[in-house]
């Protein structure tokens, strides 16, 4: 699958719950929060990643592509969860597209501020480190099932 969403869902509370007051206050100060109604677009797959976005209410059709009427992957995304994390560190495309199902509650962090807020709070960056070495570990052996199982043989 192309994005790293659906592999694992990737829980803002993992990266940033209980901080101390100081670096929580700092994340707070470049957090963007803002409300969108149903059917407004997030991001488009390949759009150039201009930061990350948490989802702090409603939900948030994520797809390969909002071009087309079904998409063969897509799930829907809940409180709790980042958005772009990925394509936002990478400094490259979002990998699919996202889209506000119902009145959602959202959070914006731009990409340079996250990375300068990661170079200011090493323990975040590390939490990081970790999540991703998590979410990376869980989709290699997804693989490794997958090849196992598989009636293709080289």
């Known amino acids: 699958m192309r994005s790293e969403s ?3 869902t990737v829980l803002y509370k993992e990266v940033f ?18 409300w969108y ?5 997030l991001f488009v797959e390949d759009q150039s990643a201009s930061g990350i976005f ?15 009427e079904k998409s063969l992957n897509s799930r829907i995304v809940r409180p709790g969860e980042i958005l772009g994390l990925t394509a936002a560190l990478a400094a490259g495309p979002y ?11 959202i959070g914006f962090v731009d990409r340079e501020k996250f990375a300068a807020f990661l170079c200011e709070h090493a323990a975040v960056s590390l939490r990081l480190v970790r999540l991703l070495n998590k ?20």
């Open 95 to 105: 990998r699919n597209a996202a889209r506000i199902l119902e009145a959602s509650e």
């Open 135 to 154: 979410v990376l570990t869980e989709a290699l052996d997804e693989v490794r099932d997958a090849l196992a199982h598989s009636t293709w043989k080289t």
């Open 54 to 68: 948490l989802v702090h209410s409603g939900s948030v059709q994520l797809a390969d592509s909002l071009r087309e």
């Open 37 to 41: 109604g149903r059917g407004v677009t």
């Open 17 to 34: 719950a209980d901080l101390p007051a100081a670096t929580a206050e700092a994340f707070k100060a470049v957090e963007l929060r803002a």
């Open 6 to 8: 659906f592999a694992s």
